[in-house]
Every structure is written in structure tokens, then in C-alpha cells.
């Protein structure tokens, strides 16, 4: 099945939870410390109580790698007890020359078999382009991110007036002749998304930034209502998987990310 | 050793030249592809050949993702490989929030032991800070990479008139205080180069594009020695380790990289 429908289908279920597995050794509870690979026990937790209402998950591969090679065997078998009906995204924030960016793809893609990347658009068209050479997958594009110091490089203003980011949400939709390109917009950005969200055409938008890092899902749910696109997913990592510090935390997982999708369905209606 | 000082010792002997081993199974000679561990007997080779006349070693990560966890483990075996008094850069262009980026230093640090990284600016100062911690290591940040495509957001023009990418420079000196950030210049942009070599300071500078791609090592170390900046290493990648697809591509590279020494020790008299 094509990434763009996966996601589709639980969009279209109301799901628009992306459950991030940013999943750190030093935070796990005591009980899931002592097994024998206990990053991989967490997040089968977490699937197994989750994985019927989420939108998607998203990997971050920053906490897989920091593991070394245990870490990215653990990747590994965490996609694989995913089930193939769920969009997962393999956050990596790749970009490249092409001859790099295709291995990058073929490692994403072949190798981890995620149906979605994200990528990082400094480096252009070339540095995606072997990216969007795979039809059936789906990659979330950096416009606007989460933190601070967006304002550095993604707010800097153009000669024409606009910023950067925007330049690079124009980009995108020329980019996206496969229909294989989505945005990440950081949901702590609620004005500049509110200014933008019509420029982003039905592209998916993958929304960071809400719970640890100060975003509103209810702002965020209330300016995809007033627009046309309603392919948005929020990511929440720490507010759902960090939740419950005792060997409760998969059903605490679960219980938030019921309440969760049922503050987006208020707010929906 | 800091990194800095052990790019410093190669540079005082005139060695420029970064070799780059990105290793790809489908390039390989036949009697190498015939060993047990293919991608790790080729750099072995590669390493053995060339480590005494070499400025540094750049690894791009890609290349060993790209072969899932056996490659992870063939780049790991190879860092132990490299005398531990050359540079050895993790190419991986990372870059992401705080908590995230952090893990992507943890990981080429400290799990891999690379002496520097390459990391992309787009998401600004916080998400290349957690890199800039670690004062003994060296930060290669994306300025303008050798690609065709480095229009499409690097040369963007900006409100006062200056490039994305020069106002990436300015930044990142500015971010510099530890003395251990450098830049990537692409070597395919050469008016550009000359243009802006005086506004890098003393900080090194990574300059790929060389070869394959088309960039001129001669107008480098020209415009290099009317500057005061000396911290320069040119990578090459397939122009030395891929020069030969016989047995003696050991043998063939450090012929390539002896002539490249040469060359450059000429252009600098």
C-alpha cells in the first residue's frame, strides 16, 4: 500500500497522532531496565498498547544510533513489530549530494523498510531527489521546525520579503510531482502556521513541537479545521511515551493517547 | 589530541587532501568483492596505503547505512583501523532539535570516536550546540556544498542583498567560540570561493567536489594561498580509492594521492 494512503486511511479514522518513539535509554522505567533489551521491549510496550489509534509512528533515529549497533538492531526489530497497515517515518532529517542521498534512501527505505522519511532542504532539489524516486513512499520536507533558533537560517528574509521557509514550502509543491512530499512544521510556530497552512496545498504536514516542547494541539487541530487540508499529524513523543515512569506506562501510553484523539475529535466537530 | 591540533600537524607537513572512503559493494575490485568482509578489506587496503601522506579521513555514513547493521559494523571496524593521530570525519550532515542532535554527537563521538563531524545549519544554533559541547572535536557546518542545487536555498538572496549561505558563514563564526567549528565549501563553486575566502577567518574548511563532481583542485590552492586562511583539506573520494578496479588499487591510490600532494606542493611554491 502506498505511504500516502496509509496514513490516509487513519486520517480518515480521525488519528492524526503521530506516536514518536524517541526512545532513551535513561528514561525507561526500572522493570523494563533490568530485561535483556530493554529499548526493544519499551517500544513493543508502547506498539501493543497503541498501535490500533495511532496516525503513525515516527522512529527518531538520533536514539537508535546513540546505542551504536545494539541501537539500530533494536531499530530494526521495532519496525518490525509494526504493523505494515501504519505509516512509520524514519526521522533522520537526510540531505545530501545525490550519489549520498540515494544510500541514504536505499538505507531508509530498502534496508529499514519505513514508509516515510524526513528530509533536511538546505542542500535543494538533487540532495531529495533520490528520495522522491520512490513513489510509494512519502517524505515530510523541513519548512518551519520546532525550535528556537528557527529564526537563524529558516526566518532569515528574502529580498522579496518573504522568509526562507516559505521559499522553501514553494519548493516543495514544485518538488512534488509523484505526490510523494509532505512538510514539517513545528506546532510551536502557531501564527507563522496559521499565515501558511493555505500555501501548503493537501500535502501531509507532520507537526513536531506539541507537549515537552510548548505547542498547542488545540491551536494546531483549530487552523487545519479552517483550512482544506486535513492530512496533519502532530507528534507527540514524551507526553505519551514518558507519561508513566512505572510498569503501568503502556496502558498510561494508551490512556493519553486516547484522551488526545478525543481532544481532537471535540475540536473537530 | 583535539582535533584541530591533529589537522594542524597534517597541514604543517602540506598534506591538504581528505580521503574520502565512501565505500560502495557494487564498486568494489573482484577479489575484493570475494573476501568475507568486502567493504572492510577494501578500506583496510586503502588506509594501510595512504595514512602516512593523508590530511585526513572523511567517512560518509551514508555509504555504511546504506548496507544495514553489517556496514555499521564495518565503519566502526574501520575507524579502529585509522592512526588515532589523523582527523577522521563522520560526514553525516546532522542537524535537529537540542535533545535529538545531541544523541547524533553522542553517537559519532563518543559510540564511533569520530575527531568531527559535518552538520547542516537549516535548523540554527540550538540544534548544532549539543556538537559544539565537545570542545576537542571539529564542526564542519554546511556553507555552500558542491552541488547544482545549491541554488535553491544556499543562494537564495536575502533582504540586505548577501546569500543564505553567507549569512551561514557569519553565523557560524559567531558560533565559534570554542574555536572548534569549520565550514563546507563546495570546491565546484570557485568564483564563489574567491570571493568569500576572507570571510571564513582562520577556521578550516572541508572542500568536497573535487574530481567526479567537477571542482578544480588548482583554483582551490590558489585562492586558498592569497588568503590567510592555510586550514584546507580537499576530499577526494573516487578519484583515489576507486582510481583502479584491479588488485592494485591499494597500490594505484596512494599514487593518486602522492600525485595530488604534489600538485599542490607546486602550486604553493
Known sequence: MKANQKLQNRIDKGYHICVGLDTDLNKL???????????LEFNKRIIENTYDIAASYKLNLAFYEAE???GMECLQETLALIPTEILTIGDAKRGDIGNTSQ???????DHFGFDASTLNPYMGYDSVEPFLEYENKLNFILALTSNKSNKDIEKLVLHDGRFVFQKVIEKVKYWNKQKNCGLVFGATNSSELEENVNSFGKMPVLLPGVGAQGGSLEEVVKIFNRSENNSFIINVS??????????????TARKKLVELNNEIEQLKK
Open 29 to 39: 522505567p526500572e522493570n523494563i531496565k533490568k530485561t535483556k533489551n530493554p529499548l
Open 68 to 70: 551504536g549497533i545494539p
Open 238 to 251: 514524551r507526553g505519551i511515551i514518558y507519561a508513566d515512569s512505572t510498569e503501568q506506562f503502556g496502558k
Open 103 to 109: 544510500m541514504y534512501a536505499k538505507s531508509l527505505f
